[in-house]
């Protein structure tokens, strides 16, 4: 791929493969893709899921309050889940088998407390921004092909957003795997293609 696209490998760690704390089923079979693909561009960013013991997002944060639960917070409504992906646990940490040596960024999300964050350019509040977008502009990027867990959340929020910032925006689905919970899924691939996102295949590619 030209100088002028990345590789977004988005949140592929160990509390998202199966045995993980929010395991998406299936997720560790897109790995041999995604290091296969990841080889093919020059430039790749890898996103990690990031989050402070307690986090908001977390069901065990709001007594009486189970996994999978939605609530209202102050910026909109807010799936629960179990605790997953702490600062500095093995849970949190890249997936073994990721093999990409040249990914150029690792970009870290969710880090503060009363905030989620499944984008990797803004926060749940959609406005406070991770910083990705200035290093993509600053690095002449035009366009984003977004892979990893999961499709559903991280992935179409990032794909998203990445429209909003006007890149062409690719999201190669079976590089990617949902969680599925409440109908998220074609809820996520209805709003990538209103985004005006491309969801493609690898072999497309
Ligand atoms: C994610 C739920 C909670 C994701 C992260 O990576 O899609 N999903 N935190
Ligand atoms: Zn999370």
């Known amino acids: 791929m030209d100088s002028t696209s990345v ?7 160990n509390d998202f493969l199966p045995g993980g704390a929010l395991a998406v089923a299936d997720g560790h079979a897109i790995i041999p893709l995604v290091n296969d693909l ?53 849970g949190a940490a890249l997936a073994d ?37 200035g290093y993509l502009f600053e690095r002449g990027i035009e366009r984003v092909y977004v892979v990893g867990l999961a499709t559903d959340f991280c992935v179409s929020w990032s794909a998203q957003d990445a429209r909003i910032h006007g890149f062409e925006t690719f999201v190669i689905e079976d590089a990617c795997r949902a ?13 990538m293609d209103a985004a005006g996102v491309r969801r493609i295949a690898s072999a497309a590619l």
Not at 41 to 49: A, G, H, L, P, Y
Not at 104 to 130: C, L, V
Not at 179 to 191: E, F, R
Request: hydrophobic share 35%.
């Open 38 to 90: 990841a080889r093919r561009f020059k430039n790749v960013v890898i996103t990690q899921d990031w989050h402070p013991a307690h986090h908001i997002s977390f069901a065990s944060s709001h007594p009486g309050r189970s996994p999978f639960d939605v609530i209202d917070l102050r910026y909109g409504p807010q799936v629960l889940w179990p605790d997953h992906c702490v600062q500095g646990s093995f």
């Open 7 to 13: 590789l977004i490998v988005t949140d592929i760690q």
């Open 179 to 191: 969680i599925d919970t409440n109908n998220s899924l074609a809820a996520a691939s209805a709003a």
């Open 97 to 133: 088998g990721l093999d990409i040596p040249h990914a150029q960024m690792i970009i870290r999300k969710g880090y503060h407390a009363h905030t989620d964050s499944y984008s990797s350019f803004f926060e749940a509040d959609r406005k406070t921004p991770t910083g990705l977008t």
